[in-house]
């Protein structure tokens, strides 16, 4: 996930740093054009990672259903936990470090630590596709 320097992650208590459900909105030639939260007032932090994650992959085509390119929505969840630990130096300065990712059927982990210390692991899970009908 993106995000990774973002200092809102540190200002959150350890623990559960809530959930939201958003929709990735695929055109129909396969691209991302938007995420939306499901339900109002979502985590402002969540939706942020959210949305910058998907900045990321705008670049890719994406296949909603059986290998098909078609307009639609892709429905996940995302919940995060944050801890603390401590944290090495980071001569690098990119603000985050041990980057790490697994996905297995329809669940994801990704996860990353703060120069802080401040560890975040998000989980992702599909939901399901919404094709639009034309």
Known sequence: ?????????????????GSIEVAMIISEEGKITGVEPLAPNPPAHL??????????????????????????KQILRLSVELSDTEAPEDPSGAGAFGLAHRWEGKRGVASFTQTSGRHVEIKVEFLRVELTRG
């Open 47 to 72: 939706l942020k990672a959210a949305k910058n994650t998907m900045a990321l992959l705008r670049g890719g085509t994406f296949a909603l259903q059986g290998g098909s390119v078609t307009a639609g």
């Open 1 to 17: 996930m993106a995000s990774g320097s973002d200092a809102a992650w540190g200002k959150l208590p350890v623990g559960s740093g």
